[in-house]
C-alpha cells in the first residue's frame, strides 16, 4: 500500500490554470470544492466553462497569501465550506466579490489544492484550524483529477498506484462498500473499473487480515510473538490486525 503521498508527490509551484477538473464551490457562497466533481467530469468538454487566467488573478492570491499564509501560503490545505463569505466579512475592504471568487476558483482548481483534498485532509478556517472532515466522494474526485493530470506528463502508467489510493480512501472513509460506491461511482466508465478493481483489492485484504486477526486471538500470544511465527514484519502485523478490529 502506498503511503498519502506516494503518487502524487513533487507540485508545480504555480497553481494551474482551471481548464477542467472539479469545480471549484470555495469560490460560491454555499458550497465547498469538489462538490460537484462526477458531473464535472462527466461533462462533454466544450460544455466547461474556462476558467480565470494566472495573471488575472494571481494579485489576489497574492494578497490571500500574505494575510492567510496558513491557508493560501507555501502549503495549500483544503478551505472549509462557506470561506468565500468568511473572507468578505474578515476583510470588508480588502477584496471586490467577482475578484475573489475568480481567485478561490483558481486556487481550488489547482493540482496543489486537489492534492491536500486527495489527501484526505479536513478542511479549515481562517485561522488554520481544521474544522469539517474532507466528504469522501471529495477525495474520490480529487484523487481521479490529480491522477488524470499526472498521467498526461507521463508514460508511466499511474493506475496501479491510483488504484491502490482509491482502496486507502475508501478504508479511511469508514463507510460500507455499498455507501462508498453510491457517493462516487459515476458515468466514466474507465474510472469506475477502476473503483471495481479497488473494491476487489479492498475484499480481498479485509479477509487476509480477518484470518490474521482469528489467528492471532487464538495463538494467545504478543504481536511482536505472533509476527515471528508467521514471519511477519511487527508493524505489519499490527496494522493488519487494527484493520480487522475496525472491521476493514
Known amino acids: ?47 466547461r466553462k474556462r476558467g480565470p487566467r494566472a495573471a488575472d488573478v494571481q494579485p489576489t492570491l497574492e494578497q490571500l497569501a500574505a494575510l492567510h499564509p496558513q491557508l493560501f501560503g507555501a502549503v495549500f490545505r483544503p478551505l472549509k465550506r462557506g470561506i468565500f463569505q468568511d473572507l468578505l466579512a474578515a476583510h470588508p475592504d480588502a477584496f471586490g466579490q467577482d475578484a475573489l471568487k475568480d481567485a478561490l476558483g483558481f486556487h481550488t482548481r489547482s493540482t496543489r489544492y486537489l492534492t491536500a483534498v486527495a489527501a484526505g485532509q479536513a478542511r479549515h478556517d481562517l485561522q488554520g484550524k481544521p474544522v469539517e472532515a474532507m466528504a469522501p466522494e471529495h477525495v474520490h474526485h480529487a484523487l481521479l483529477e490529480v491522477f488524470r493530470r499526472r498521467q498526461a506528463r507521463g508514460a508511466e502508467d499511474l493506475r496501479p498506484k491510483l488504484r491502490d489510493r482509491i482502496v486507502q480512501a475508501f478504508e479511511a472513509s469508514g463507510l460500507s462498500r455499498e455507501d462508498y460506491e453510491q457517493l462516487v461511482r459515476g458515468r466514466d466508465e474507465a474510472a469506475n473499473a477502476l473503483l471495481d478493481e479497488a473494491m476487489a483489492v479492498a475484499a480481498e485484504r479485509r479477509a487476509k487480515d480477518e484470518a490474521l486477526l482469528r489467528a492471532f486471538e487464538a495463538s494467545g500470544a504478543s504481536v511482536e510473538r505472533f509476527a515471528e511465527m508467521y514471519g511477519l514484519d511487527p508493524r505489519t502485523a499490527a496494522r493488519s490486525l487494527e484493520r480487522a478490529r475496525r472491521g476493514g
Open 1 to 47: 500500500m502506498v503511503g498519502p503521498c506516494d503518487l502524487f508527490t513533487a507540485v508545480p509551484s504555480m497553481n494551474e490554470p482551471a481548464t477542467a477538473g472539479p469545480p471549484a464551490h470555495d469560490a460560491a457562497p454555499d458550497a465547498g470544492p469538489g462538490a460537484d466533481a462526477a458531473a464535472s467530469q462527466e461533462r462533454p468538454p466544450r460544455e
